[in-house]
Nanobody
Framework: QVQLVESGGGLVQAGTSLRLSCAAS????????MGWFRQAPGKEREFVAA????????YYADSVKGRFTISRDNAKNTVYLQMNSLKPEDTAVYYC?????????????????WGQGTQVTVSS
């Protein structure tokens, strides 16, 4: 059974950085794609970034391109989201997700497994 556990959220000021972690277990993830999504109050869950576990190729939402970086550590089975130059509009619950295909997806429905989420709050 796939388990995803996020950590690293918190309350920060605008312009600062946070790094989220997603510890994955229960499978060999070499043929998976991993994604980060976020959901602000009253809004739909939206795509943030994704990475192919096999070759490390990445894809980003336009709203975070150049500020956020997704990466993975094969030895630790962990995916990271480095968030720099944070803005108040980045405030949301951030979710890690996994799909058992190497092709990256950008829709929540493309992912089979989800973590419990971690809150990120950016104050102005």
């Amino acid at each position: 059974q796939v388990q995803l556990v996020e950590s690293g959220g918190g309350l920060v000021q605008a312009g600062t950085s946070l790094r989220l972690s997603c510890a994955a277990s229960g499978r060999t993830f070499s043929s998976y794609a991993m994604g980060w999504f976020r959901q602000a109050p009253g809004k739909e869950r939206e795509f943030v970034a994704a990475i192919r576990w096999d070759d490390g190729s990445t894809y980003y939402a336009d709203s975070v391109k150049g500020r956020f970086t997704i990466s993975r550590d094969n030895a630790k089975n962990t995916v990271y989201l480095q968030m720099n130059s944070l803005k108040p509009e980045d405030t949301a619950v951030y979710y890690c997700a996994a799909r058992p295909y190497t092709i990256i997806g950008t829709m929540p429905g493309a992912y089979d497994y989800w973590g419990q989420g971690t809150q990120v709050t950016v104050s102005s």
